[in-house]
């Protein structure tokens, strides 16, 4: 099965499939499994990070999946990203050397030559994060990731990539959904070039990460008009999940969910068999609530 979602360009080599599967909370044993699944589903594109301890099991799946499915690697779009460090963890930011040395231990454990995208996960390494990302500026001129971005980045940490006068991002993975639009910070990644990735794209699901220590930090208010999205897919005759990841194609996002189950895998794959009506996607904007759940990016010299 290869559902083949249309694919958006992050450069003048590198497009991205608009529907991809996020891993974040998959253990490196269930991941092998989880993976080959996904890409036996239709993805084709697998989302991982250095930070969810599970690129073994990744890489393990996707050449599970490539073997089954008669897959080349070059059929597969395979995004990891970069742990910065983060000093108010106690975790020294990575310099440069050594941000090249942890994209080179990812590709180790993904068992891969190369990634079609690294990103550095958060804004966290202070006056260390323009050294980053002049690492994956490298990382790009070799080939080894062929294409490079950032992810949780606000405005203030953008501008300080222009004003040191380095290439752009050509993607920022970000907390997008209804309640969380940021449109501020897309018009200035539009001006730049700069494609969005959604993740946490089913926040606003009733069933969200509801499971002990996956805390939601939903509030109140968020769980009182979680009834307008039931509703909406009840007309459309999709379910909940659906209904969310097409409004972020319709916006112009590549999305990331993530299911354990085979069926929801192949429904969030299906976003391309309806649309969303002009009235409702007006709707749906004034639902926006700021942030969102997964990040609070501050203060860039932080």
């Known amino acids: 099965m290869d559902i083949s979602p249309p694919r958006i ?15 974040y909370l998959v253990s490196d044993d269930d991941a092998p499994e989880v993976i080959a699944t996904a890409i036996a589903n239709g993805y084709r594109h697998i989302d991982t990070a250095a930070g969810y301890h ?27 990203k970069l742990w910065p460090g983060n000093p108010a963890w106690g975790d020294t930011p990575k310099g440069g050397p050594e941000t090249i040395s942890a994209f080179e231990e990812s590709l180790e ?41 950032v992810s949780n980045f606000n405005i203030e940490h953008l501008e300080e990539i222009r004003l040191a006068g380095l290439p752009m991002p050509d993607a920022n993975q970000i907390e997008l959904h209804p309640w969380s639009q940021k449109p501020e910070l897309l018009t200035y990644m539009a001006a730049h070039g700069i494609a969005p990735i959604a993740y946490s794209s089913l926040v606003p699901l009733s069933t969200w990460r509801t499971e002990p220590g996956q805390d939601s930090a939903k509030t109140d208010g968020m769980r009182a008009d979680g009834g307008v999205f039931t509703a909406m897919a009840l007309r459309y005759g999709v379910s909940e999940a659906r209904l969310l990841l097409r409004w972020g194609i319709q916006s112009g996002f590549a999305v990331i969910p993530k299911s354990l189950n085979p069926e929801r895998m192949r ?13 409702d996607m007006a709707q749906l904007s004034t639902m926006d609530r700021g942030d969102g759940v997964a990040w609070a990016i501050g203060d860039p010299s932080k």
């Not at 599970?54 to 990891?80: C, H, P, W, Y």
């Open 54 to 80: 599970n690129e073994v099991g990744v890489g393990a799946g996707i050449r599970q999946a490539m073997a089954a499915q008669g897959l080349s690697r070059g059929d597969l779009f395979v995004t990891t």
């Open 109 to 149: 454990k993904l068992g891969l030559s190369f990634v079609d995208l690294y990103l550095i996960h958060a804004p966290f390494g202070g006056d260390k994060r323009l050294d980053q990302w002049r690492a994956l500026l490298q990382l790009k001129e070799t080939g080894k990731a062929r294409a490079v971005g």
């Open 267 to 279: 429904q969030n794959l299906d976003l391309f068999s309806f649309s969303i009506t002009d009235a």
């Open 9 to 23: 360009a992050l450069n003048e080599t590198t497009a991205i499939p608009a529907v991809g599967f996020g891993t």
